[in-house]
């Protein structure tokens, strides 16, 4: 009887511990996020070679042209 509650409480531990490690974003994810953020969104809607404006982590303007991503021009 013991040997049965203690493999529950076991399992039951495992899989809330399970859960919480799936819920934190790893650093890959966050990094493809940001990228998706900074460079895919601005270009949402327009056509290849319109021109944007993209911010970096740094919190600087830049002039970006659309093709697939956002591509910064040369200043």
Do not use: W, Y
Not at 2 to 22: D, E, Y
């Amino acid at each position: 009887m013991k040997s049965t509650i203690a493999l529950t409480l076991l399992v039951l531990a495992g899989a809330m511990t399970a859960g919480a490690v799936q819920a934190a974003p790893t650093s890959q994810q966050q990094m493809r996020q940001h990228f998706t953020d900074t460079m895919v969104k601005p270009c949402e809607g327009k056509n290849a070679g319109d021109t944007v404006t993209i911010t970096d982590r740094h919190g600087g303007k830049h002039t970006a042209i659309c093709t697939l991503t956002a591509l910064p021009v040369a200043e």
